[in-house]
């Protein structure tokens, strides 16, 4: 996946810091949407994956616009429910952004929802 900062990104914008770089929560979430669409191929019909960890090294500024590629290399053999993405942040000089690791375990969406509704309820 391919990102261009915008000043919407940077860590002034989402709070995260006062300056005008690429905000370490948005380059989680970019690196997050990667892994969703990784894990696709992992899933049946009416299954989803909910995030569960993040492990993520942010190395070095990136300034608005700046390009960031990112890779989510799904496991090898996925045992079970959960599945561990090494993920990976690229700038356009090909200079490594950040690195790390992010869990997904695989869910029964409606069940899922459901829980979260009785959840929300008290039920």
């Given amino acids: 996946m391919r990102h261009e900062v915008t000043d919407a990104d940077t860590a002034a914008a989402l709070g995260s810091g006062d300056v005008p770089v ?4 948005r380059l989680i979430a970019w690196m997050e949407a990667a892994t969703v669409q990784s894990a696709a191929a992992f899933l049946e019909t009416g299954q989803t994956t909910v995030g569960a960890a993040v ?14 590629e990112i890779t989510a ?3 090898r053999d996925a045992d079970g429910r959960r599945l561990t ?3 990976q942040a690229i700038d356009g000089s090909g200079q490594l952004v950040a690195a790390g690791e992010i869990d997904r375990v695989i869910v029964d969406r409606d069940r899922f929802l459901a829980a979260a ?6 039920s």
């Fill in 85 to 87: 993405f090494i993920v």
């Fill in 73 to 75: 290399t799904p496991p």
């Fill in 22 to 25: 690429l905000a370490t929560p």
């Fill in 55 to 68: 492990r993520i090294e942010h190395r070095s500024a990136t300034r608005v616009g700046g390009r960031i």
């Fill in 117 to 122: 509704s009785d959840a929300d309820t008290g």
